[in-house]
């Protein structure tokens, strides 16, 4: 087997890469998608690194850009047996170039993935390759690249504004000082300052989950920047607020909660003083710490009607599933593993409290589609407060697009759902996953067109709403 794409391989997107393969209905898609193409792209949750932003300075090359942050890629090839270390992952040093020949050679690797899309598109699109990426064209791609990330027009401002993002959300824990948003905010005020929208998301994951490394540090680290004393119940409460607070006031408009359930609870306050007190001492019972991260969830809700934080639950990961590559390389390294995930009486405790609310807007995410039809779907379908995120994580693709709309559309609707989000660290494939999604949006319009269950100009609205209208509204923007 060859990572080589063939002699002279050709680069080319077709123009109606992943519309219906029907004539009729590729042409209605066709219409749609020309309507919505050229809109801006709301990003409204994702990781990439806000001191690309705030520094604007160069990328440092192909693989530290393209490679490495992209746990996609190089979770395949970990699973083809290509050490993380010899791509340079988790620290190690490694030539670059070499790391980057190692990838080219098993680009085969990514037959049929989304990852070959996004990565095609950004070869074609972002850098005008039109020769196939292989074993054959690694060094003309590494070199073509890194001549390119030298010039200004691939500095990370200028990519920004070439790709049309019109806002762009990170992801932040409450112990960062957001030293980088704030200098983005004082070059958007400068005269004659870059005028791109860069926002946090208040992630409180390191300072709610008890089995988080180094919780009760978290916390002394919480009371330090606080002045509370986050090691008692009614003072831990009162630093969270002092954090949110700061978030909002640096532009946040959302909060995002990564637990490994959906699980919330609704303690009283004498009950969660007993349950905090226990999880401060050291080794905590896992019992324990579900139970707390069940509250805080309810706890936050109440919080986001405080505030009006609009609140995003990421559930159903297991996180680290590889003890040894967790110990030797950290987080966020492809292992995180898909888990079964309850939601009916997962989330009822918070809907029972805050269901209704007004001012309640709650985003929940899932890696279980056998949830979408049976509980998701449904609890939107009621619940004033709940909307339902995009297919996300390992269902980003076009097969996982359509499966959502399938089966959330016949009892949520579209207007209970909350458009796309990229949710990515690979910052140049931003443009080509909403290239995917509109597709596929198009698509699924376009067959009710089709079927003459809905008017071509309906679904032409319903095309913009979910582009950029839905995103834009339900992240606050």
Same mark, same amino acid.
């Given at each position: 087997?060859?990572?080589?794409?063939?002699?002279?391989?050709?680069?080319?997107?077709?123009?109606?890469?992943?519309?219906?393969?029907?004539?009729?209905?590729?042409?209605?898609?066709?219409?749609?998608?020309?309507?919505?193409?050229?809109?801006?792209?709301?990003?409204?949750?994702?990781?990439?690194?806000?001191?690309?932003?705030?520094?604007?300075?160069?990328?440092?090359?192909?693989t530290e850009l393209l490679l490495r942050p992209d746990h996609y890629v190089f979770r395949m090839l970990y699973s083809q047996r290509i050490p993380l270390?010899?791509?340079?992952?988790?620290?190690?040093?490694?030539?670059?170039?070499?790391?980057?020949?190692?990838?080219?050679?098993?680009?085969?690797?990514?037959?049929?993935?989304?990852?070959?899309?996004?990565?095609?598109?950004?070869?074609?699109?972002?850098?005008?390759?039109?020769?196939?990426? @292989?074993?054959? !064209? *690694?060094?003309?791609?590494?070199?073509?690249?890194?001549? $390119?990330? #030298?010039?200004? /027009?691939?500095?990370? &401002?200028?990519?920004?504004?070439?790709?049309?993002?019109?806002?762009?959300?990170?992801?932040?824990?409450?112990?960062?000082?957001?030293?980088?948003?704030?200098?983005?905010?004082?070059?958007?005020?400068?005269?004659?300052?870059?005028?791109?929208?860069?926002?946090?998301?208040?992630?409180?994951?390191?300072?709610?989950?008890?089995?988080?490394?180094?919780?009760?540090?978290?916390?002394?680290?919480?009371?330090?920047?606080?002045?509370?004393?986050?090691?008692?119940?009614?003072?831990?409460?009162?630093?969270?607020?002092?954090?949110?607070?700061?978030?909002?006031?640096?532009?946040?408009?959302?909060?995002?909660? @990564?637990?490994? !359930? *959906?699980?919330?609870?609704?303690?009283?306050?004498?009950? $969660?003083? #007993?349950?905090? /007190?226990?999880?401060? &001492?050291?080794?905590?019972?896992?019992?324990?710490?579900?139970?707390?991260?069940?509250?805080?969830?309810?706890?936050?809700?109440?919080?986001?009607i405080e505030d009006g934080l609009v609140m995003q639950i990421h559930p159903g990961s297991f996180r680290n599933h590889n003890p040894w590559l967790f110990?030797?390389?950290?987080?966020?390294?492809?292992?995180?593993?898909?888990?079964?995930?309850?939601?009916?009486?997962?989330?009822?405790?918070?809907?029972?409290?805050?269901?209704?609310?007004?001012?309640?807007?709650?985003?929940?995410?899932?890696?279980?589609?056998?949830?979408?039809?049976?509980?998701?779907?449904?609890?939107?379908?009621?619940?004033?407060?709940?909307?339902?995120?995009?297919?996300?994580?390992?269902?980003?693709?076009?097969?996982?697009?359509?499966?959502? &709309?399938?089966?959330?559309?016949?009892?949520?609707?579209?207007?209970?759902?909350?458009?796309?989000?990229?949710?990515?660290?690979?910052?140049?494939?931003?443009?080509?996953?909403?290239?995917?999604?509109?597709?596929?949006?198009?698509?699924?319009?376009?067959?009710?067109?089709?079927?003459?269950?809905?008017?071509?100009?309906?679904?032409?609205?319903?095309?913009?709403?979910l582009a950029y209208n839905f995103a834009k509204a339900a992240y606050r923007l």
């Open positions: 087997m060859t990572g080589s794409a063939g002699p002279g391989a050709a680069l080319r997107l077709h123009p109606d890469r992943l519309f219906p393969a029907d004539p009729d209905t590729r042409s209605i898609a066709r219409r749609l998608f020309a309507e919505v193409a050229g809109l801006p792209i709301i990003s409204p949750h994702g990781h990439t690194d806000a001191g690309w932003f705030a520094t604007d300075a160069p990328f440092e090359n192909a270390e010899a791509l340079g992952i988790g620290g190690h040093a490694t030539d670059p170039r070499a790391a980057w020949r190692i990838f080219a050679d098993n680009y085969h690797l990514f037959r049929g993935t989304p990852s070959r899309m996004w990565l095609d598109h950004v070869w074609a699109e972002v850098f005008g390759f039109d020769r196939a990426f @292989g074993a054959d !064209t *690694a060094d003309l791609y590494y070199d073509t690249i890194n001549a $390119a990330l #030298a010039t200004d /027009a691939f500095r990370p &401002r200028a990519l920004m504004d070439r790709f049309n993002i019109e806002v762009i959300t990170t992801t932040e824990s409450p112990l960062d000082d957001l030293a980088h948003h704030a200098a983005i905010r004082v070059e958007n005020r400068r005269a004659g300052g870059w005028q791109g929208r860069v926002l946090t998301a208040f992630r409180p994951d390191p300072v709610v989950d008890p089995e988080y490394e180094g919780f009760l540090g978290n916390l002394a680290r919480l009371a330090e920047m606080t002045g509370e004393d986050a090691l008692t119940y009614r003072g831990y409460l009162a630093a969270l607020r002092n954090r949110r607070a700061f978030f909002a006031a640096m532009g946040a408009t959302s909060t995002d909660h @990564g637990h490994p !359930t *959906a699980r919330t609870a609704d303690l009283s306050d004498a009950e $969660a003083e #007993a349950l905090f /007190a226990r999880l401060t &001492r050291p080794d905590p019972s896992p019992a324990d710490a579900e139970l707390f991260r069940a509250h805080m969830l309810t706890v936050m809700a109440g919080m986001s110990n030797t390389f950290g987080r966020d390294k492809g292992a995180d593993i898909p888990l079964a995930t309850e939601y009916v009486q997962a989330l009822r405790a918070l809907l029972t409290k805050y269901g209704n609310h007004p001012a309640l807007s709650v985003i929940v995410f899932t890696l279980d589609e056998t949830a979408y039809a049976r509980e998701l779907a449904p609890l939107a379908g009621h619940y004033p407060a709940l909307k339902l995120g995009p297919a996300w994580w390992f269902h980003d693709s076009p097969e996982g697009m359509r499966r959502f &709309r399938e089966q959330v559309t016949e009892t949520a609707g579209f207007y209970n759902t909350v458009g796309f989000n990229d949710d990515t660290r690979a910052f140049l494939s931003i443009p080509a996953r909403h290239d995917v999604a509109r597709r596929v949006d198009c698509g699924f319009l376009a067959r009710l067109v089709a079927e003459h269950r809905m008017a071509e100009w309906e679904a032409a609205e319903l095309a913009q709403d």
